[in-house]
Structures are given as C-alpha cells and as structure tokens.
C-alpha cells in the first residue's frame, strides 16, 4: 500500500509516513503529549505509549523531553510503519518501537513512570460507527483487539505507584472512563475537554490519573480546536 511522506502540525521539523488504509494521526494525537506534565530535561523518567500506531506520540514527546519513550503496537504493519518514522527522524537511541500487545507486554515486568493511550474510541456493538474501509482501521477506532477495562487492568501491571497515567477519550464515555480509573486505584487529576468550536459540544476529552494518588481533580479550561470567526 503506498505511504505518504507528511509533517506533524505544530512540529513541522517532524517527518511521518502514513498510509490511507490505516489509522492517520488525530487532532487527540497532537493534544495528548502536550497534555502531559513534562521537563524536556528530565531523561530519567521511562515513558510508554499503548497503541502506538505510526508513532506519532513518541514522535511529538521527543520534542518535549530527553526520556527514554517505548511505544507498543499490536498491528505488526503499523509498528513496521512506526519504527520506520522512528528512523527517518533520527530518534532510534531514544524512541524504541515493539510489536505487542499490552496484555503480553505486562507479563514482561517492566515499569513505567507515564503510561500514555489514545486508544481505541468505540465499543464493538456499535456497529453504527464501524469503519469498512480497513482491518488497521477498524481495529484501531473500534475495541476489538483492546476495551477499555483491558487496557486499565493492563496499566496498573506496568505503571509505578505514583505514576502518571494519560488517557484519550470521548466524551459520551466520561462516566465510564472515570469509574473504571476509580475501580483499578486511579484518581483523576485533571480533565481537559476538546471542543471542534467554541459553541460546539465536546466531542472527546484528555485525562491524567495518577495510580494510588492523592484526591483533587483540576478541569482545565476548554481546548478549542476552530476559534469561531466573528
């Protein structure tokens, strides 16, 4: 399948290849790196972006720290594609690409201080909203490989106490979102709510939890996307 040579908006020094038959990067994609609470010039933290699918979340937090970055991806032709933009970007030393899915990554008893996810927006019974573009998509926009409660369950085996943990997700799906995070010893700390327009309703949201962490949850002004012409 032919691939496209695109930059990253906002990091217009960024290089990606995308392909039109699978998942392209989102405006939740450019969002939830700059979400995190990060120095650049702490590299002693260990990173980890579930679903990583081009790579380009690792890509746009190598702009904002030295640390070391893994993302992991279960599709083995978008981790193919990932670590190839690892490559022409240069950041091979700090960004490592595995092929994997979360469920066999946790057996593997490593830790991270920042778990990061845009994962996977929509249940498998909503068949209103599944894609039959492509396998890469459908998987990547629809739970098959990966729900929601898999993927928390998953995170509390690789994170730290204390670590922080981001995550992607649309709004119809807070309630659930945030008794899931309660559930497996999550407490959101912050929530910041992505708008397309001013006036527009929030159609997805970005969250921070830290694992056995302290109660108080800061909602950050809206994130809007459009500013509405006058």
């Known amino acids: 399948m032919p691939k496209v040579l695109n930059t990253i908006q906002g990091y217009?020094?960024?290089?990606?290849?995308?392909?039109?038959?699978?998942?392209?990067?989102?405006i939740e994609s450019i969002l939830l790196p700059e979400f995190?609470?990060?120095?650049?010039?702490?590299?002693?933290?260990?990173?980890?972006?579930i679903g990583t699918n081009n790579g380009v979340i690792p890509l746009i937090l190598s702009e904002k720290t030295k640390a070391k970055i893994t993302?992991?991806?279960?599709?083995?032709?978008?981790?193919?594609?990932?670590?190839e933009n690892i490559?022409?970007?240069?950041?091979?030393?700090?960004?490592?690409?595995?092929?994997?899915?979360?469920q066999e990554f946790s057996k593997l008893n490593q830790k991270f201080d920042i778990v990061i996810c845009n994962p996977p927006f929509f249940k498998v019974h909503d068949l209103r909203r599944v894609t039959k573009k492509s396998e890469f998509i459908k998987n990547a926009r629809h739970e098959f490989l990966l729900t929601l409660e898999t993927?928390?369950?998953?995170?509390?085996?690789?994170?730290?106490?204390?670590?922080?943990?981001?995550?992607?997700?649309?709004?119809?799906?807070?309630?659930?979102v945030l008794e899931l995070l309660n559930i497996y010893n999550f407490t959101p700390k912050k929530i910041s709510f992505i708008h397309s327009k001013v006036k527009k309703e929030s159609q997805?949201?970005?969250?921070?939890?830290?694992?056995?962490?302290?109660?108080?949850?800061?909602?950050?002004?809206?994130?809007?996307?459009?500013?509405?012409?006058?």
């Open 87 to 102: 490559l022409i970007n240069n950041l091979e030393k700090q960004i490592q690409i595995k092929n994997i899915s979360i």
């Open 204 to 230: 997805s949201f970005l969250v921070k939890s830290i694992f056995q962490g302290p109660p108080g949850l800061e909602v950050t002004a809206p994130l809007i996307v459009i500013a509405d012409e006058e």
């Open 36 to 49: 995190l609470d990060l120095k650049k010039n702490n590299s002693n933290l260990n990173i980890i972006d």
């Open 151 to 176: 993927l928390i369950i998953n995170v509390r085996k690789i994170i730290e106490n204390k670590g922080s943990f981001y995550l992607a997700h649309k709004t119809e799906r807070l309630n659930e």
């Open 12 to 26: 217009e020094k960024l290089k990606l290849f995308q392909r039109t038959d699978m998942f392209n990067y989102s």
């Open 71 to 83: 993302g992991i991806e279960i599709q083995q032709e978008a981790s193919e594609l990932a670590k």
